[in-house]
Each structure stands twice: as C-alpha cells, then as structure tokens.
C-alpha cells in the first residue's frame, strides 16, 4: 500500500478512540445530550465506527469511502462536543474557552478526512 503516513496517523487516533469508547464508556455516555435516546448504544456505535472506520481508511480501495464514513461520524457526534460547552456536568471541569476551541476542532478534523474522499 502506498499510503501517506499521515493517514495512517488518523487510522490511529480513530482506532485508539474507538477503543477507549470500550474502556471508558462513562466519559462519552457523559457527552451525550439527554435529548438523545440510549446513550450506552449511542456510545458503543460510535466506538465501533470509529475502529471500523479507522481500519478501512488503511486499506486503499476503501480509504476514499472510509473518509466520507469520518466525515458523516464527525458531523454526527457535533452535539456531544457542543454540550460539553454548553453543560457544566458534560463539560469534565475544563475551562469555556478550551471546550469553545473544541467545536472549530470538528471542522478541522473534517477538513483532514476530507482530503482521502477522492
């Protein structure tokens, strides 16, 4: 496979934090609006797109649908990280201006899946 070692890296952090849904599920259950039904399930689905995804980013007859499946997953998860901003208890005790900074992050990552879609 002759693919850019920096995608190889975003394999790597979505593996690592699909897995740590796994281990740590009380964090992201914590992130997740109550307007949402099912947070356990919500938890383990988006754990497991993160591995399942992170691992067909790697292979390059699947990287380019992958991308788009890290764009969808980023999209999806946005109201986690803006009710971390907007919720104390969700917010882990860190300061506004780290959790603001976190939402143009979404696009940020979004702006880097989006280089493997083609």
Not at 11 to 36: C, E, V
Not at 48 to 63: C, D, K, N, P, W
Request: glycine content about 4%; hydrophobic content about 60%.
């Amino acid at each position: 496979m002759n693919l850019p070692w920096h995608l190889y890296l975003m394999a790597l952090l979505y593996i690592l934090a699909g897995f740590n849904h796994f281990r740590n599920p009380k964090m992201y259950i914590k992130i997740i609006p109550s307007y949402f039904s099912n947070p356990k399930l919500l938890n383990i689905l988006s754990g497991a797109a993160e591995i399942i995804l992170g691992i067909l980013l790697m292979l390059s007859f699947t990287t380019h649908f992958a991308a788009w499946g890290i764009i969808a997953l980023l999209i999806a998860v946005f109201p986690a990280n803006l009710f971390m901003y907007q919720d104390k208890k969700a917010s882990f005790g860190l300061p506004k201006w780290v959790l603001l900074l976190r939402l143009p992050l979404q696009l940020l990552l979004i702006v880097w899946a989006y280089q493997y879609t083609f």
